[in-house]
C-alpha cells in the first residue's frame, strides 16, 4: 500500500530527509518494502516512488502532508490513500480494522500520534452511545506507556462532543498508570464541566493535590472554572486564593460563577482588588464588573466603568459585548435613556 501526495515540491523537499536516494528507492519494485520503511508516491499526474523510513512520520512537516492529503482525498478517493475515515458518516467498521491492521504491522502506528488519535475516534463512530459508554474499549491502539496520545485522544473527544469518552479515558490513564500531565488534566476538567460531572471533577481535584499539581494556573483556571459553573462558589474562592500564582482567566473564571449566583457584591471586591494582584483588566472582566454595577443598581459605580472603557479601550462602539454590557447596565439602573444614547452612538461618548 502507497501513499499519494499532491504537492510534488513540498513533498520532494521533506523527502529528501530519507536517508533512501530517490535512484535507490526507484529500484525497489512494488513488493519490496524493507521492514521499517513504506512506499510513497509523489504527484499527481507523473507519480515517483520513494521507500521512507517510518521514522520520518514523527516530523511536523510530514504529518502536516498527511493531514492535507486527507482533508483533500479522503477514504473513499478512488486513489486508495493511507487515510483514515473521520467524516461523522463513516461508520465502515471492516475499512477501519484493515487500515489498523496495516498501521500495526508496517509499524506506522507507533510513530504517529495523530493516526493513533484519528483511529480511535474512527472506531468510536463506529458504535452506538449505548455501546460506547459500557463494553466499547477506545484505547486498544494506543501505546499506554505514552502519555501523549492519550492527550490527544482526550483534545479529540472534547472537541467531538464526546465529553463522557474524555473522563473514559482520564479514568483508564489513571488505571493502568499512565503518566497525567496539565494537558490530560485541564482537558478532563474542561469535559466534567461540560457533563455537569461535579463528583469526578473533584476526584480530579484530589489527584492535583496529590500529585503537586496544585500550582498549575492553567489547572486551577479549570478547576475554578468547574466550581464555578456548578455554582460551588466558596470552592472556587478557595482554589483561586491558593494559586500561588494567578492570571486574569482565573480571576474572569470566578467573577463569572459570581455573576451565575447573582453575588454582585463579591463579583465588585474582586474586580477591584484585581490591580492589586496585577492583574488587568479584559473585556470580559469589564462586562462582568458593567453586570455587577446593574445587579446592585449601582449607577455611580457603572459610570466609572463606562469612564474607563472610555479613556482605555479603542473604538468600544466596535465591541458589541461591551456595547450590550453598557446598555443593560443603564437600563436595569433606570436611565433608559442614557442606554438609547450608548444604543444609537455605539458607547462612544462621555460619561
Known sequence: MGIR?????????????????????ASVSSVEVPKGHFAVYVGETEKKRFVVPISLLSQPSFQELLTKVEE????????????????????????????????????????????????VLSYTRCHDQDNLQTSFNPFKCVNPRNPLPFNVIIS?????????????????????????????????????????????GKNIHSHVAKSGWSSSVFVGSALIDLY????????????FDELPIRNTVCANALLSGYGE???????????????????????????AMLRSCAGLSAIESGRQVHAYLFRSIYDVGR?????????????????VEKAWKVFTLAGIWRC
Open 5 to 25: 501526495f499532491p504537492g510534488i515540491i513540498h513533498a520532494k523537499q521533506i523527502l529528501r530527509k530519507s536517508s533512501w536516494s530517490t535512484n535507490q528507492a
Open 72 to 119: 483533500e482525498f479522503g477514504y473513499d478517493h478512488p486513489m486508495g490513500g493511507l487515510t483514515i475515515p473521520c467524516r461523522e458518516d463513516t461508520k465502515n467498521l471492516g475499512a477501519i480494522k484493515r487500515i489498523h491492521a496495516y498501521l500495526l504491522a508496517s509499524g506506522i502506528l507507533f510513530f504517529s500520534l495523530d493516526f493513533q488519535a484519528k483511529l
Open 156 to 200: 479529540n473527544f472534547c472537541q467531538n462532543g464526546l465529553d463522557f469518552l474524555a473522563l473514559k479515558t482520564l479514568s483508564f490513564m489513571h488505571s493502568n498508570g499512565v503518566s497525567i500531565d496539565t494537558y490530560a488534566l485541564c482537558g478532563s476538567l474542561t469535559a466534567s464541566s461540560s457533563t455537569k460531572s461535579v463528583d469526578f
Open 228 to 239: 464555578a459553573k456548578s455554582l460551588l462558589i466558596r470552592d472556587a474562592e478557595v482554589v
Open 261 to 287: 449566583a447573582k453575588m454582585w457584591n463579591e463579583g465588585l471586591e474582586l474586580s477591584r482588588k484585581m490591580p492589586m494582584l496585577n492583574l488587568n483588566y479584559d473585556q470580559f472582566t469589564l462586562s
Open 319 to 335: 465591541d458589541v459585548f461591551l456595547q450590550s454590557s453598557l446598555i443593560e447596565m443603564y437600563g436595569k439602573c433606570g436611565l
